[in-house]
Every structure is written in C-alpha cells, then in structure tokens.
C-alpha cells in the first residue's frame, strides 16, 4: 500500500515539475520577441532621438570615396549639467549607419552610448552619465559603423580625440 502511494507522489511531482518547465519555456518564447532587437541578437536599434541634419560640414577628404566622419573640436560642459549639447552626426551620404560611444580613457568612463543614427541624421542633446569632476579631460568618441541592411554587419569604424572641459 505504501508502494503506490510513492508511485502517487511521484507521478504528481511529474506533472508538477513538466508544467513548470512548459510554462517557463512558453513564457521565454512570448515575452523574447518583444525584445526590440534588429541587430542579430547584438540589441542594436535606430535611434528614435536623431533627427534630419541639413547643415554643410566641412569635407576635408579631398574628394575621397568611403565613410564622411566629422570631426570635433573642445567640448565645454557644466558640471552639473544632465544634458549634453553637441551634434552626434552621420553625414548624408554614408553607406553605413552610425553608433557613439563617448568615453573618458584615464577612467574608461563611458559618458554616452548612442543607438544607431541613420545617415543625414544627428542626435544634438543627450542626457550623460557618469561625468566626472570639474576639470581638463581627455575624452574619445568612439563612432562604430554598421551596413544599412538587415545583416547590420560591422564596418570600419574610427575614433576622435579631443578634449573636454568640465566646468
């Protein structure tokens, strides 16, 4: 009699255990899709803050085909600034998308880490993290760059250097 009264117990724990393996197998499967992720599984997005940028840069390329990045003078910002005014730009034109990644080397402080910006486009406030105290700083904007199509593959990329003041 105790025999099946295991045998009992053991079925139930079964069930149990399938059903909650069922359920967080469903719920992994539903809830995953709404992840918004066009980047193959790498969380890149177009950027909902950039808007068109219809102003002239300076090309310095000497007519030379590829990639346009724009280059960046001293940046001033207040010390308790939450925002940041500064023109993060892919220039019309560029075969690629845009992504910045604004960082502090000395402390490996990323200040701001930019969606994708579609070409003719900019983001020109955004709100920065960790900055540091007032100061001298050098600071790099890293832009990476990924193809226009589904696939988003990296492409070559480039780094700016200069410096910022933080008043």
């Known amino acids: 009699m105790q025999n099946r009264g295991n045998t009992k117990k053991a079925v139930f724990?079964?069930?149990?255990?399938?059903?909650?393996?069922?359920?967080?197998?469903?719920?992994?499967?539903?809830?995953?899709?709404?992840?918004?992720?066009n980047g193959n599984g790498?969380?890149?997005?177009?950027?909902?803050?950039?808007?068109?940028?219809?102003?002239?840069?300076?090309?310095?390329?000497?007519?030379?085909?590829?990639?346009?990045?724009?280059g960046y003078g001293e940046l001033t910002i207040g010390k308790d600034a939450g925002e940041f005014q500064m023109s993060l730009v892919n220039p019309e034109g560029n075969p690629c998308y845009f992504k910045y990644t604004l960082e502090i080397p000395e402390t490996s402080e990323v200040l701001y880490d930019s969606d994708l910006i579609e070409p003719g486009?900019?983001?020109?406030?955004?709100?920065v993290e960790n900055l540091?105290?007032?100061?001298?700083?050098?600071?790099?904007?890293?832009?990476?760059?990924y193809s226009l199509d589904d696939s988003l593959e990296s492409m070559n990329g480039a780094q700016v250097k200069t410096i910022l003041h933080v008043v």
């Open 13 to 37: 724990a079964a069930v149990g255990i399938g059903l909650a393996v069922i359920l967080a197998v469903s719920f992994l499967l539903f809830h995953g899709k709404d992840a918004p992720d």
């Open 42 to 70: 790498r969380g890149l997005v177009v950027s909902a803050d950039a808007s068109d940028w219809d102003k002239n840069l300076e090309d310095r390329s000497g007519e030379a085909s590829g990639i346009k990045i724009p």
């Open 121 to 127: 486009k900019a983001i020109t406030k955004f709100t």
């Open 132 to 145: 540091p105290e007032e100061g001298d700083y050098d600071l790099y904007i890293n832009i990476s760059t």
